[in-house]
């Protein structure tokens, strides 16, 4: 027998915190579900300072000030990994999880994205073991010792100045000879002297002893040239890949996996929404998430009230 409730929110970051708070303050009654612990991606982020009202906090902190906000007018935190969601003909939704069912006339998708990896040699083998796709969680392990990190964008250059807080050295290898990270962010990284760059370079292989990473092996675009270089650790930030695995049967992602919505954070289904960074949007970020949180929470209170006339 499946667990009836008014609306179910997937996925607890930012984006679903914010969607079962509005949802909840309505008078529904709300399950917010998450596989993992409440927070998303902010578990990962060390220092936040671009969230409207604190001039800086870190992730974690961030991500516990919004769960008990999210729950306090009656939201449901319930724990389950979704495999799977259908519609039946009476446009009710019903959430498969792994450990039982749930269903409600309106749904938020909230899963946001995971990171991109490089698949590469060596990437799988010595993941855990010197690869690392969060400086916050591993970063620690590096203290006194030179790590590698890849990409340029926000994520690259912002964690790299986080390790450079607790590492000897910082080695950036970007695959163009420009970063796509915010000025301030570029700016700070380009003064600190514990970060240099290689641009128009790709890493190929990971290399280690058995146990741990030793180097890697790099081929600089321009020269052709390979070069094994000594590392610690590389930390991977190369970007995202959406969390959309158990909604891919219902028509609403586009060819890359993103939720297509509208302003309103409406899919094409009645009652399906989605918000957050799993959508299909351009600026990805925790004010963002929130801020289609708050729409599609409200939202899903207006598609209630419209099936009663
Ligand atoms: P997420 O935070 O990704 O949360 C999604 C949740 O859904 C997760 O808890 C996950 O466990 C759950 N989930 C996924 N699939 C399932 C499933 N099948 N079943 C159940 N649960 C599921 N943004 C800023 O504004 N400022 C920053 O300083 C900043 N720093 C960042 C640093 C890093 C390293 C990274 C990676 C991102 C950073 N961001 C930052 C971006 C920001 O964290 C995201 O934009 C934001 O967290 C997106 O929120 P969300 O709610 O859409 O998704
Ligand atoms: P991103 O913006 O997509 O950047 C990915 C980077 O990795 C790019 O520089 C890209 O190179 C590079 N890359 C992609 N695939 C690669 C591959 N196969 N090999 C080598 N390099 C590769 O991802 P992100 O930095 O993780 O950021 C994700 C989202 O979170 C963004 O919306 C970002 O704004 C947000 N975020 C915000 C903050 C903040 O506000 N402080 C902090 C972190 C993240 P190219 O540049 O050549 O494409």
Redesign the pocket.
Known sequence: MADKYDVIV????????TAALYASRANLKVAM????V?????N??A?????TGFKSIL?PDLAEEMYQSSIQFGADFVY????KMTVDQDNIKHVI?DSGELEAPAVVI????Q?RKLQIPGEEEYSGKGVSY??VCDGAFYRNKKVTVVGGG??AV??SAYLAKLVDHVNVVHRRDQLRAQKILQDRAFANDKIGFTWNTVVTEIVGDGQKVTGVMTHNKDTGKDTLVETDGIFI?IG?VP?T??FKDLGITNEQGWIITDDQMKTSIPGVFA????RDKKL??????VGD?GIAGQGTFDYLESLKN
Do not use: F, H, K, W
Request: one cysteine or more; charged letters at 20%.
């Open positions: 997937i996925g607890a970051g930012p984006g679903g915190m579900l998450d596989r993992g409440y927070g998303g991606q902010m990962n982020t220092e936040v300072e671009n969230y992730g389950g990994s979704v495999q999880t909230a899963t946001g994205s990171y969060c400086a926000d994520s912002e964690e930030y995202n969390m695995e158990p918000v957050g960074d799993v990805r970020q925790i004010t963002t998430a949180g």
